[in-house]
């Protein structure tokens, strides 16, 4: 079964920390991607990357960091942890075209303290 | 800016009654419309794409779409409690094929 996987299901980070948060797929996809998303506010993108060390900011960039050194794997980073920053992180994968849509991972739930 | 639009609900409908949600989109240079299920502390779930105009039918899920009216609306058939969930719309952006813009989402509920 194709897969993205999220390296946390659940994280509790102090106000500060540096934060990781790694996804990796297992499909072949050229673009991956990161959201957040709080209630009320529906789905936002903090980053995406459709190729090796390529990225892109998205809606919300600011405070986030991304790195993507192979084709499977792409990690984003918060340099230094906030409260606002507390909430569902969700990556997600999809074919270069997108025509077959989006792939997510089961998600992060970070908490910062 | 380019948006998609859903009524956040909650939608409630009753066990065995047809849920109909509906979705409206500003790019008329979309292509590809999706819809997601997700589950309460889950992540989405693709469950239907559609990307010509008409019906397209996939056991009891109905994607509707009329690109004429930038309507793109879902249909669930005798809806059973397991299908309570929030349903987003998601449509590409006419200018990039792999960047979707999203609802917001719509609650659905089935009540027994």
């Known amino acids: 079964d194709v897969k993205v996987t999220q390296s946390s299901r659940y994280l509790v980070k102090r106000t500060g920390e540096k934060v990781f948060l790694e996804c990796v797929q297992d499909?072949?996809?050229?673009?991956m991607f990161w959201y957040r998303q709080d209630p009320g506010l529906g789905l936002r993108l903090i980053y995406f990357?459709?190729?090796?060390?390529?990225?892109e900011k998205g809606d919300i960039p600011e405070g986030y960091s991304v790195s993507r050194e192979k084709k499977e794997r792409f990690s984003l980073i918060l340099e230094s942890a906030s409260t606002n920053q507390t909430s569902m992180y969700l990556c997600?994968?999809?074919?270069?075209?997108?025509?077959?849509?989006?792939?997510f991972g089961s998600g992060t739930r970070l908490t910062v303290v | 800016q380019k948006e998609v639009e859903q009524n956040s609900g909650p939608l409630s409908v009753p066990e065995g009654a047809i849920a109909s949600l509906n979705c409206t989109y500003s790019d008329r240079g979309s292509q590809s419309f999706f819809w997601y299920r997700q589950y309460s502390g889950k992540s989405p779930e693709l469950i239907m794409s559609?990307?010509s105009n008409g019906d397209k039918e996939d056991g009891r899920f109905t994607a509707q779409l009329n690109k004429a009216s930038q309507y793109v609306s879902l249909l669930i058939r005798d809806s059973q409690p397991s299908d309570s969930a929030t349903y987003l719309c998601a449509v590409n952006g006419g200018d990039s094929n792999y960047q979707l813009i999203w609802g917001a989402g719509t609650k659905l509920i089935i009540k027994p």
């Open positions: 559609i990307y």
């Open positions: 997600a994968s999809s074919f270069l075209e997108g025509g077959a849509g989006y792939t």
């Open positions: 990357s459709y190729d090796v060390k390529m990225k």
């Open positions: 499909m072949d996809h050229e673009n």
